[in-house]
């Protein structure tokens, strides 16, 4: 297939800590490299509007990170059966996210989520190692081969028991939801109180 990217498979667990501090000290204890300093990524998902994207079980995201002259076009395929999350992922870096935006709108798809996190990312042993801030928890990212996810996980003193395979977006409706709390959006400005850690 001409269209064949190679090496087009993320595999990631999330790790989840009580606390950004204690994901850090738990990270530096690895010896990681630094990748990326902390920043704010802008997120949002896209569909049309009988929600194919969605139905298949595929994810097409925008990520805008600091200004919006820095943004990625990511398209995720339908998670594989497997302990870790794995599956297609088909990113690009683009000049402009909000004009992309409008682009994507003029052509007939909406933004049907939007959320926010601050990440700040490490390498080690072919692994990408982030911290991710959410407006409800912190959580290390492990995302490589499954051998070097495998070891980072034991490093931190986890199992694959502690496996979090969910979408952030995912992990905080299911928290809304249980608090009976909208979750129409998940941002730092307005997230409720009640559905933080």
């Not at 694959?160 to 409706?173: A, F, G, K, P, T």
Request: charge should be negative; include cysteine; hydrophobic fraction near 40%.
């Amino acid at each position: 297939d001409r269209w064949m990217v190679p090496d087009a498979v993320e595999r990631e667990v999330k790790l989840a800590f009580a606390s950004v501090e204690a994901a850090r000290e738990a990270v530096a204890l690895l010896g990681a490299t630094p990748m990326r300093s902390r920043r704010l990524q802008d997120d949002r998902l896209l569909d049309s509007p009988d929600g194919h994207l969605r139905s298949a079980r595929v994810a097409l995201r925008v990520r805008v990170e600091g200004d919006r002259d820095t943004a990625t076009i990511t398209l995720k395929g339908p998670p594989r059966p497997d302990l870790m999350k794995v599956r297609e992922e088909l990113e690009t870096g683009v000049g402009d996210g909000i004009l992309l935006l409008r682009i994507l709108d003029r052509l007939g798809l909406e933004v049907w989520f939007r959320y926010q996190k601050f990440r700040e990312e490490f390498a080690l042993d072919g692994v990408v190692v982030a911290i991710d801030e959410t407006p409800f928890a912190t959580f290390v990212e492990l995302e490589g081969d499954r051998e070097g996810i495998i070891r980072l996980t034991a490093a931190l003193g986890r199992t694959q028991d502690d496996y979090i395979v969910d979408s952030y977006r995912q992990l905080y409706v299911k928290r809304c939801q249980a608090r009976g709390l909208p979750a129409d959006a998940m941002l730092f400005s307005d997230t409720p109180a009640v559905a933080r850690r």
